[in-house]
């Protein structure tokens, strides 16, 4: 996505988050494979310039090569650093993802019970997986212990319970577009994916849904982004 776009779209987010409150609630930044706090500085000031007295927060841990972590491992980790800061936000916090984050963000909001996140956002975040074969599905759930078992396409005892915590955001915010140029196919960061003929599949017309499928959704006047309402 091109920096100009981003900025387009994150504008837009921007007035969302705010839409339904007087005050700025706090931001959490989680970032991405390689990448660590010192890459969001521009962010956080980006934010910070267009709602004075914003706390923004980037998580500082598994930064830049520490982020080839197992994720399951990360989860685990980030998830006593998130909980701590929302501990201090009683009126919720916004929750921005990038990348891998927004994986890792996504099992973090199903994890955590009584969480008070109101908005997550993910950026160019292979939601769906990332490209494989889609003739191989079987050995994908078999092997696969995580996007699976977050993403519903596969029965466990947890499911129920990952499924309430997660459903308890108010709104989520997913941006991805064609010159994403690394996440295959890109319309992974909505949850689409290839079915066995390799055409894209949109979230709401898989076979087996997200979790999340109970969520309205529906699209934003840019292409690049949709939003669903929980």
């Known amino acids: 996505m091109s920096p100009l776009l981003f900025l387009q779209v994150f504008l837009q987010v921007l007035l969302l988050l705010v839409s339904s409150s007087e005050a700025y609630k ?8 390689f990448d660590g706090p010192d890459d969001f500085i521009n962010l956080t000031d980006f934010i910070q310039e267009t709602h004075p007295g914003t706390n923004v927060t980037t998580l500082d841990m598994y930064d830049y090569w520490k982020s080839l ?28 993802c990038f990348s891998q984050g927004g994986v890792i ?18 950026l160019s975040s292979p939601l769906a997986g990332q490209f494989g074969d889609p003739h191989n599905r079987d050995l994908y759930l078999e092997k696969d212990d995580f996007l699976p078992l977050i993403n519903g396409e596969t029965q466990h005892k947890d499911l129920p319970e990952w499924k309430k915590n997660f459903l308890q955001i108010k709104k989520m915010v997913l941006i991805g577009g064609p010159d994403d140029g690394v996440i295959t196919p890109w319309q992974s960061s909505l949850f689409g994916f290839y079915n066995k003929k390799r055409e894209v599949v949109e979230m709401k017309n898989q076979e087996v849904s997200p979790a999340l499928y109970i969520c309205v959704f529906f699209p934003s006047p840019s292409s690049a982004m949709a939003i669903a309402a929980c």
Not at 26 to 33: A, N
Not at 105 to 122: E, G, K, M, Q, W
């Open 105 to 122: 963000c996504r099992a973090l909001l199903s994890v955590i019970p009584n969480h008070n996140i109101h908005t997550f956002i993910a």
């Open 69 to 96: 972590t197992p994720l399951w491992t990360q989860v685990e980790g980030l998830r006593s650093l998130l909980e701590a800061k929302l501990n201090q936000s009683e009126e919720g916090a916004h929750l921005i």
């Open 26 to 33: 706090p931001v959490i930044i989680v970032h991405g494979l």
